[in-house]
C-alpha cells in the first residue's frame, strides 16, 4: 500500500531560516504545537518534530542523545548536550552541522525545526500571512510483501534516490531523474513493481497545474542489480495516462525507450518522426500507448497511429476507425438520448469538428474522442467516448457514451 503524506502547521513568529520551496504533497495541515523562536531560529520539542516526520525515534535521557530512524531506514543521531549530529545512510556516515544547536526551556529539549525537517526527507516552508511553518514530506514510499517479505521502497523527491528495506537493511537501488518540481508541479503517489527479470518499474502520480490543470505521470525503471535508470515523464488532459510495456525481457516506456533488461541498454525511438508516417504532428511529442515490439500504437492525446516497425510504415487508425457508419450509429444514440442538443445537422457537424480537443472536457464541454482499452489476440480494442448534455429536474448534466471499436493486426 502507498504511505500518505502528512503536513503540519506550526504557529510561529517569523525565523531568519524559514523561507524555503520544494516539492511535494500539500493537503490542509494541522496546527501541532506552539513552536519557539531562539537568536532567529524556529524550534520544536525533540519528540513533536519526530512523530510528524514519520521517524521512530529513541531518547537516551541519561547521555541526552537522540536516534531517529527515518522513512528510508537512514539513521540519525543527534548529541544535545554537544551540539554534534550525524546521519548514517547506505554504510556511509557524515558529520552535519547543526545550525542554532540545541537548547532546554522547563525540562523540554528543543531541536532546531528546519534542520531535523531536512535531514528526515521533509520540507519546511513560511507562510507569512499566518506566520507559520509547515512541514511536509519530501518523499513517497511504497510497501508490499512478495513470498513474505516485506519490502519498503522509498524515492527521495529532492535528489531522486531510490531506495529499498528489507529486513532492516537498506539499499540504494538507483537514482531516478525526476521532473522539475514546485508547489504547483508536484507528485503524490508512488507505485512499484518488478518485472519478470526481477528489476523494478516505478510510476508515480501527480498534478501540474497552471493555466490548466494536467495529471503528470512519472515512470522510472531501475535494474536491481544496480547501473543506469532510465525515466520520462508525462503531463495530459486525459482520463489515463500509458503504463510502460512489459514483454518478456523488454521493457519500452512511453516516450519510446525501449530497455533490453538482459543488458540494461536502452534504445530511444523518435515517437513523432514515426507518428508522422500516417498524420501529422506539428507541435507536441506523441506517446506510445502499448506495443508488443512490432507494432507501436501511438496517440498524441486523441489521434492514433499504428507503426509497423517491420515495413517501417504508419497507418492512420483514427481515420480508419472513424467511419461515415460509426458517426451514423453515435449520432442516432445521441438524438434519441439528448434531442433538444441533437437534432439539426449544425449540432452534430459542430459535435465532430470538436473531436479530440480533450482539453474543453474540464470547461465542461461535449467533445467526443477516441482512448485506448487493451489488445490482445491480434485486435486491438478502442473506445469512442462521447459525451453529451442530459435535461434533470434539477439542472443539466454531462454524460458520457462509449462505443467500441476494433482494429484487427495483419497477419
Given amino acids: 500500500m502507498a504511505d500518505d503524506g502528512a503536513a503540519a502547521d506550526i504557529g510561529a513568529a517569523a525565523a531568519a531560516d524559514c523561507p524555503c520551496s520544494g516539492a511535494g504533497d500539500c493537503p490542509d495541515g494541522e496546527q ?19 512523530e510528524k516526520c514519520n521517524a521512530s525515534v529513541n531518547w537516551d535521557a541519561a547521555t541526552r542523545t537522540v ?45 532546531p525545526l528546519r534542520f531535523v525537517a531536512e535531514n528526515l526527507l521533509c520540507k ?9 511553518a509547515r512541514i511536509t514530506k519530501n518523499y513517497l514510499a511504497y510497501s508490499t510483501r512478495w513470498d513474505g517479505y516485506g519490502h519498503h521502497f522509498v524515492l527521495d523527491l529532492a535528489t531522486g534516490d531510490f531506495s529499498r528495506t528489507l529486513g532492516g537493511e537498506v539499499e540504494l537501488l538507483g537514482t531516478l531523474e525526476l521532473p522539475e518540481l514546485s508547489d504547483y508541479v508536484y507528485l503524490s503517489s508512488m507505485n512499484v513493481k518488478t518485472t519478470e527479470t526481477g528489476n523494478y518499474l ?3 502520480g501527480g498534478i501540474s497545474s497552471g493555466a490548466v490543470t494536467m495529471r503528470l505521470e512519472f515512470y522510472g525503471w531501475v ?82 497511429v499504428l507503426y509497423d516497425t517491420a515495413n517501417k510504415s504508419g497507418v492512420d487508425l483514427t481515420t480508419l476507425l472513424l467511419t461515415d457508419e460509426v458517426k451514423v450509429q453515435v449520432n442516432t444514440f445521441l438524438h434519441t438520448a439528448a434531442p433538444d442538443y441533437f437534432s439539426t445537422e449544425e449540432q452534430f457537424a459542430s459535435f465532430w469538428a470538436d473531436y479530440g480537443r480533450t482539453s474543453s472536457l474540464y470547461t465542461f464541454t461535449a467533445v467526443p474522442y477516441m482512448q485506448f482499452t487493451a489488445a490482445s489476440d491480434g485486435v486491438i480494442c478502442m473506445n ?13 448534466s454531462m454524460l458520457t457514451q462509449s462505443f467500441p471499436l476494433f482494429y484487427y493486426l495483419p497477419q
Fill in 202 to 204: 516505478v510510476r508515480c
Fill in 124 to 132: 519546511v516552508e513560511w507562510q507569512e500571512w499566518d506566520r507559520s
Fill in 32 to 50: 501541532i504545537a506552539e513552536a519557539q523562536q531562539r537568536d532567529g531560529y524556529t524550534y520544536l520539542p525533540v519528540r513533536t518534530i519526530f
Fill in 67 to 111: 536516534t531517529a530512524v527515518r522513512v528510508d531506514g537512514a539513521v540519525l543521531y543527534i548529541d544535545t548536550g554537544n551540539d554534534t549530529a550525524s546521519l548514517t545512510a547506505q554504510g556511509e556516515t557524515k558529520t552535519l552541522d547543526m545550525t542554532g544547536g540545541c537548547y532546554v526551556a522547563d525540562g523540554v529539549t528543543y531541536l
Fill in 384 to 396: 469512442l467516448r462521447c459525451p453529451y448534455y442530459y435535461e434533470e429536474p434539477d439542472g443539466i
Fill in 223 to 304: 535494474p536491481a542489480a544496480g547501473g543506469e535508470c532510465y525515466s520520462t515523464y508525462l503531463k495530459s488532459h486525459a482520463d489515463a495516462l500509458p503504463e510502460p510495456t512489459v514483454l518478456a525481457d523488454v521493457v519500452w516506456l512511453p516516450d519510446g525507450e525501449r530497455i533490453d533488461e538482459s543488458t540494461g541498454q536502452a534504445v530511444a525511438y523518435d515517437l513523432k518522426a514515426l507518428y508522422n508516417t500516417a498524420r501529422t504532428l506539428e507541435f507536441g511529442t506523441p506517446e506510445l500507448v502499448w506495443t508488443d515490439d512490432r507494432y507501436m500504437l501511438l496517440s498524441d492525446g486523441s489521434d492514433f
